[in-house]
């Protein structure tokens, strides 16, 4: 079946400009996750999305950073103002259930670079 | 808070070999750990899972062992492939139930 997906899978962008970063879940999975991957480091933690639960933030670096999940699928990662340390690959996961014992499904990720 | 250590270096081995790569941590103690494998250009791939009550678990060619004294998994590539190369991750649960942390990890190159 179809795994998750993102788009674009390159986007760049210049300093200062705002940018929408998508991700479609596997179908049914209710829990969402948004990471951030700079080069050499682990992933990073943004957000978390479960149902119709207040989504866990504490992960976003500033408050340029925003993301939304309409209808329990979708779901947008909206950076403001970009900055040039922005520049990484989002990655979005989803799993089926919101224990982290359950399997995260990752999508390719987006590689965005700000000039 | 947590902090996750993965080997610094790549692995660079011949086919055939045992990889071993270690994944260290500190300030927690997780009830699990997974492995993920990474390829270029991909989101990482769910490989295993190992609680802290299991010391050893097995996937084909693929081991993991956990040590929860020694606060540290190792995960080994037995007869190793050119295939097998890749980027491996390792990543503990967080301070909740759903979060997980990862480590940076551990580039591995298998020569044919």
């Known amino acids: 079946g179809a795994g998750v997906s993102q788009s674009p899978s390159n986007k760049v962008t210049e300093k200062g400009k705002d940018v929408e970063l998508r991700c479609d879940p596997i179908?049914?999975?209710?829990?969402l996750y948004w990471y951030r991957q700079s080069l050499g480091q682990g992933l990073e933690f943004l957000i978390y999305?479960?149902?119709?639960?207040?989504?866990?933030k504490s992960g976003l670096p500033s408050d340029r950073f925003s993301a939304e999940r309409t209808g329990g699928s979708v779901s947008t990662l909206t950076i403001q103002r970009t900055q040039q340390e922005d520049s990484a690959v989002y990655l979005c996961?989803?799993?089926?259930?919101?224990?982290?014992?359950?399997?995260?499904?990752f999508g390719p990720g987006t590689r965005l670079t700000v000039l | 808070s947590q902090k996750i250590e993965q080997n610094s270096e790549a692995l660079n081995i011949q086919e055939g070999k045992t990889a071993t790569l270690t994944c260290n941590y500190t300030n927690y103690s997780p009830a699990y750990l997974q492995w993920y494998r990474q390829d270029p250009g991909r989101g990482p791939v769910f490989l295993l899972l190992?609680?802290?009550?299991?010391k050893e678990k097995r996937k084909e060619r693929l081991k993991v062992t956990f040590d929860t004294t020694l606060k540290q998994s190792l995960f080994h590539i037995t007869a190793s492939q050119p295939a097998d190369s890749a980027t491996y991750l390792c990543?503990?649960?967080?301070?909740?139930?759903?979060?997980?942390?990862f480590g940076a990890g551990t580039t591995v190159t298998v020569r044919a």
């Open positions: 999305f479960q149902g119709n639960s207040a989504p866990d």
């Open positions: 179908s049914g999975h209710t829990a």
């Open positions: 190992i609680r802290e009550n299991e």
């Open positions: 990543a503990l649960d967080g301070e909740n139930d759903y979060k997980l942390s």
């Open positions: 996961a989803s799993s089926l259930q919101q224990v982290s014992t359950d399997t995260q499904y």
